[in-house]
């Protein structure tokens, strides 16, 4: 049966373990649909690229912010970058819902399987468990408390420092405050206990 949907028609594929866009291995070979398996083999095949392809998008970015150019010049760059970042948005659109991962304790996990696949996968195989628990974050609460205090601070110290050197600043410093803020704030998130959602079927391994 597919993970994906529990489809008796399958095609087994070799899916990327974690969603890191130019990696292709470590992999795990799973049982997809036909038509998620046309998607995630599409994927493995361009990943590699996406490097390269994000390097083209930040140049194209910081031409049409910094660099003074004519209005067709810098239209083209933000249409090169738009255009690249959507491009991408719609082939890892094409990625299942199950990708498998590690956990940092070691486990591989395969979330968001079908309720009654998982159930076969139980029987079939003894190794395999079911758990409706969060998936653990990738560090320790401590971890995501210490770079939020620093990342909050770091906005407040900029912010004081912007505003009282007595000069005009560089825009994109100005830029930097509300993004360290705001990553800030996003890591104080991550630092708070996890509640169960909606049940999430995974597979560690033996």
């Given at each position: 049966m597919a993970v994906t949907d529990?489809?008796?028609?399958?095609?087994?594929?070799?899916?990327?373990?974690?969603?890191?866009?130019?990696?292709?291995?470590?992999?795990?070979?799973?049982?997809?649909?036909?038509?998620?398996?046309?998607?995630?083999?599409?994927?493995v095949q361009l990943a590699p690229w996406s490097l390269l392809t994000g390097l083209v998008t930040l140049v194209a970015w910081l031409a049409a912010v910094l660099v003074d150019v004519t209005p067709s010049i810098r239209l083209t760059a933000v249409v090169v970058a738009g255009a690249d970042q959507l491009v991408w948005l719609l082939v890892r659109r094409g990625l299942?819902?199950?990708?498998?991962?590690?956990?940092?304790?070691?486990?591989?996990?395969?979330?968001?399987?079908?309720?009654?696949?998982?159930?076969?996968?139980?029987?079939?195989?003894?190794?395999?468990?079911?758990?409706?628990?969060?998936?653990?974050?990738?560090?320790?609460?401590?971890?995501?408390?210490?770079?939020?205090?620093?990342?909050?601070?770091?906005?407040?110290?900029?912010?004081?420092?912007?505003?009282?050197?007595g000069r005009e600043d560089f825009i994109l410093f100005w830029v930097l405050v509300p993004v360290l803020f705001v990553a800030g704030v996003s890591m104080a998130l991550k630092a708070q206990p996890q509640s169960k959602a909606d049940p999430r079927w995974t597979w560690p391994p033996t």
């Open positions: 529990g489809a008796a028609d399958l095609e087994w594929v070799e899916v990327p373990v974690g969603r890191w866009a130019f990696q292709r291995r470590p992999s795990q070979r799973l049982p997809l649909d036909p038509r998620t398996a046309k998607r995630t083999r599409r994927y299942p819902r199950q990708i498998p991962y590690r956990t940092r304790f070691g486990d591989l996990r395969i979330p968001e399987v079908p309720a009654e696949v998982a159930q076969q996968w139980i029987s079939q195989n003894p190794g395999v468990t079911a758990t409706d628990e969060p998936p653990p974050r990738p560090h320790s609460r401590r971890f995501y408390a210490g770079w939020s205090v620093g990342l909050v601070a770091a906005a407040i110290g900029l912010t004081v420092v912007l505003a009282n050197d």
